[in-house]
């Protein structure tokens, strides 16, 4: 993933000049339809049983596609495991960059970072594992992603526009809040209804902004 990403320029508008996480190589049609397949058959599988229970066998039986197949594209699991990632990570940047309102252009501020949160919310409870794998890495490995880098240009962004007093902080203090470890935290130590969290989050995010 790019480490040089800047959020959009304006709550309502997009800029033409954004570098896109995981812009895709050209591909032929067959390698395409696999690719999907592959992440698919992933993301299931993943889902159903947790990273480390999934071989790359597993994975090649369900998409229909060879293990040398398999391997010459993602060389491991681990490869899968961040293709997959990377998949969803610009998924939801282009819904944010061009998607309908409120997560994209021409909603306000606060409804905007509102939707921001709700969605990126909905990332990792399909990919929590994954991104806890991202951020845990090694000694601040969350602060170096290029995902990292684009959410927090973002909600600065909206923080700044909406009025925010300090939105260089206050971007620090959200993303910290929805890394993988603290929701995770809240979803399984605490038992949280992940419905419970996203209202929390939304309105903490909210008092930062003026009415």
């Not at 940047?93 to 909603?107: N, S, V, W, Y």
């Not at 399909?126 to 973002?154: I, M, P, Y």
Request: proline share 6%.
């Amino acid at each position: 993933m790019s480490s040089n990403v800047s959020g959009p320029e304006s709550a309502s508008s997009t800029p033409t000049e954004l570098p896109v996480l995981g812009a895709p190589v050209r591909e032929r049609a067959d390698a395409a339809r696999n690719r999907i397949r592959v992440l698919t058959a992933a993301e299931a599988l993943f889902a159903e049983r947790g990273v480390d229970a999934v071989t790359m066998d597993d994975v090649a039986a369900a998409a229909g596609v060879g293990k040398g197949t398999l391997y010459r594209r993602f060389g491991d699991k681990g490869g899968l495991a961040m293709a997959l990632l990377d998949e969803r990570e610009s998924e939801l940047q282009q819904r944010i960059l061009t998607g309908p309102p409120p997560l994209g252009p021409d909603a306000r501020p606060a409804d905007r970072l509102a939707a921001f949160i709700e969605a990126y919310l909905e990332l990792l409870d399909r990919q929590l594992d994954l991104v806890l794998l991202s951020e845990t890495a090694t000694t601040g490995a969350r602060f170096r992603t290029g995902a990292h880098t684009l959410w927090r240009s973002h909600c600065r962004h909206l923080l700044e526009t909406g009025g925010a007093t300090d939105p260089e902080i206050a971007a620090d203090v959200l993303l910290a809040a929805l890394s993988a470890e603290q929701v995770r935290h809240w979803l399984h130590d605490r038992e949280l209804a992940p419905e419970t969290l996203t209202k929390s989050l939304i309105g903490l995010a909210r008092t930062w902004l003026p009415v």
